[in-house]
């Protein structure tokens, strides 16, 4: 896992601090929906160290995407919820079965007037809260490992998913060995009515998961997309 430079906060804070004194001048303004967003440039940094660890002992990576929730001033600070995703684990000698999951942290950014001649030190916090494993419809832990041609998972209200089927513990060691679902999230969108809508480079699918992690709803694109032999995906 590498290290994450918090210029994504510079992203979330830039019309929060727009009419900051620390910059003088706009780089970029545009309108949305009738809602003008006005980019002010770079306005903070920070680290994740690249030893940190999650609490199941993984080490730490938010480099597919991230997603903010709560964004709000705070006295002279802003605040808020990051979610994030760490892509489909480290792939070092090739793909493992690792468990797709989403790492959430507070972050705090806190605007400095700073110069070529006086640049900044951080002044991007983060705080990690909890990181939420993701699971397939039947609730068993999603893989990292590319699908095989043995047959995608069937789940009852669902297209067929792509999965990889495993021997051993899935890492070398013994067990009983499986067939998981496999992720590869690239991309995430908090939902409003709670839980996450994570897009997938394996399918490409798009799948919904619930709060706790658990596969709710999935989206396949067309047969024209699919890897299809004899009308079965592989």
């Not at 997603?67 to 709000?72: G, T």
């Not at 959430?104 to 070529?116: D, E, G, Q, R």
Request: aromatic content about 12%.
């Amino acid at each position: 896992m590498v290290s994450f430079k918090a210029a994504l906060a510079a992203v979330a804070g830039a019309s929060a601090v727009a009419a900051s004194t620390c910059v003088p001048r706009a780089v970029n303004t545009t309108t949305c929906n009738s809602k003008t967003y006005v980019y002010n440039g770079l306005s903070g940094y920070g680290f994740v160290p690249s030893n940190a660890r999650d609490k199941y002992g993984d080490t730490i990576s938010l480099g597919s995407s991230i997603a903010i929730d709560s964004w709000k001033q705070k006295g002279e600070s802003y605040e808020g919820v990051l979610y994030a995703l760490p892509d489909r684990g480290w792939n070092t000698e090739g793909t493992l079965n690792f468990q797709a999951r989403i790492h959430k942290y507070n972050i705090k950014l806190t605007p400095v007037a700073a110069s070529l001649s006086n640049p900044a030190k951080p002044n991007v916090e983060f705080e990690y809260l909890d990181t939420i494993l993701l699971t397939g419809p039947d609730g068993e832990p999603t893989t990292g490992l590319d699908p095989d041609f043995t047959g995608g998972a069937t789940y009852p209200g669902f297209p067929i998913l792509p999965a990889a089927t495993y021997t051993g513990d899935g890492f070398g060691g013994s067990g009983p060995g499986g067939k998981r679902v496999c992720l590869d999230p690239e991309g995430i969108v908090l939902s409003p009515g709670g839980g996450f809508w994570i897009s997938d480079e394996y399918g490409p699918y798009l799948y919904k998961f619930d709060n706790k992690g658990k596969m709710v709803y999935a989206i396949a694109p067309p047969d024209a997309l699919l890897p299809l032999r004899n009308g079965t995906v592989r």
